[in-house]
């Protein structure tokens, strides 16, 4: 597991899209696994920005999101189908039919699973997978927990997740209690993981995460079993990881 620290949050965004950015234009037919949440924001930015100026060509790419809150529908503001849509999709010249996002409201959530498994299968593998990390340890959706779930599955999200994202609903009740999200095992597979953390709030499970117990308790713990791990840190996220590795 590398790590790769920045002055600034912008800072750090522009040395992730750049990896992006040269993955796309090296294979046009790449498949990305995308995130949602705040900190790859301004990554989606970058990349909007050098599409515009003819720098980067989608029109071959496919994605695969990780994760969907269950209840929310694509056309709700507050799904993550909505969010790729606003910061990325809608952006760029990605064919729509290219773009995936686990259903949000399937008839039946755990057939919903077993079909994104499928074409994840048909569609992979991922050649880069880029990941956030919670506040306490999840990547995509999975929380800590007495296993690392391996497959696409239905979560519970926990208490600390649901408090963590309620600042993007007008009140915490508002939450989704469930989600689909890719498995650990499914996040594995891709060939090369790009994780982004930014801000104080995140040093400690950054931290946690290359030199704490690999455990279940700290899902992210496991890409340290990745052969190709890169985290990118904002000075702030990046600050106790990086005393560490100075020692
Ligand atoms: C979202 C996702 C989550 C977020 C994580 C961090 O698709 O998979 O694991 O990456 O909750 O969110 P932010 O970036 O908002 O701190």
Known sequence: MKLITATTYEEMCQKAARVLAAQITLKPQSVLGLATGSTPIGIYQELVREYQEGKLNFSQVTTVNLDEYLGLSPENNQSYRYFMN???????NIPKENTHVPNGQPQNPQEECRQYEELLAAVGPVDIQ?????????????????????????????????????????????????????????????KKILLVASGQGKAQIVYDMMFGPVTPQVPASLLRFHPDVTVFADQEAGALALAALSK
């Open 130 to 190: 880029l990941l956030g990390i919670g506040n306490n340890g999840h990547i995509g959706f999975n929380e800590p927990c007495g296993h690392f779930p391996e497959f696409t599955h239905v979560v519970n999200l926990s208490e600390s997740t649901i408090q963590a994202n309620s600042r993007f609903f007008a009140h915490s009740s508002q939450v989704p209690r469930q989600a689909v999200s890719m498995g650990i095992g499914t996040i594995m597979k891709a």
């Open 86 to 92: 606003q910061h990325l999709f809608n952006k760029v």
